[in-house]
């Protein structure tokens, strides 16, 4: 049994010392995966990598909220949700006329603007893999692990629990059907 997992068991046992003892030991590895995602956020995204991670474990280790983590892998699964939560929330009020959702920005500079494909609009993506979420679980875990938690297929396998080569039917299917509901979801917005 990883320390991780030892320490996610003693927080369910209601251990209060045990989420001290937790954040020494995966916080490097939410720091990557959040950079790796802030990295696909578009250049005017407010958000910092560091501002995620400390949200996201805030909401996984809160105490007033029973957790149940049965490993590490399950408790980085629940991190990608939470991540997604809060990025999907963080849109939302951007879009909101109080956030400034009806205004235009204008950049002074254009040759500052990132270059490269954009990630496909977050609340349609979001709504796009509840429903995913609803038809096939897994394929939305992989989904979540794989795009909002950056990690690699082999290690998106690996955390689930299925061999490379189911997770990589998984990925071609689920890629495929997020963007079919996706481009239905633009046709009518």
Do not use: C
């Amino acid at each position: 049994m990883s320390d991780v997992t030892r320490i996610l068991s003693a927080i369910e046992q209601g251990d209060q010392k045990a989420s001290e003892q937790l954040l020494p030991l995966v916080y490097e590895e939410l720091r990557r995966l959040a950079r790796h995602k802030m990295a696909q956020e578009s250049p005017d995204h407010t958000l910092q990598a560091t501002a995620l991670v400390h949200e996201a474990y805030i909401r996984l280790v809160d105490s007033d909220q029973q957790q149940g983590w049965d490993n590490r892998g399950h408790f980085f699964t629940a991190a990608a949700e939470a991540m997604r939560r809060i990025l999907v929330e963080n849109a939302r009020r951007k879009q909101s006329v109080k956030g400034g959702g009806g205004l235009n920005r204008v950049d002074l500079r254009d040759d500052d603007r990132k270059t490269g494909d954009a990630d496909p609009d977050l609340l349609a993506l979001d709504e796009a893999l509840s429903q995913l979420q609803q038809t096939d679980p897994s394929a939305a875990n992989l989904i979540k692990l794989r795009h909002f938690a950056g990690f690699t297929l082999p290690e998106a396998a690996e955390i689930m629990g299925v061999s490379l080569r189911t997770a990589e039917r998984n990925w071609t299917y689920a890629r495929t059907w997020l963007h079919r509901k996706i481009a239905q979801y633009d046709s009518v917005n």
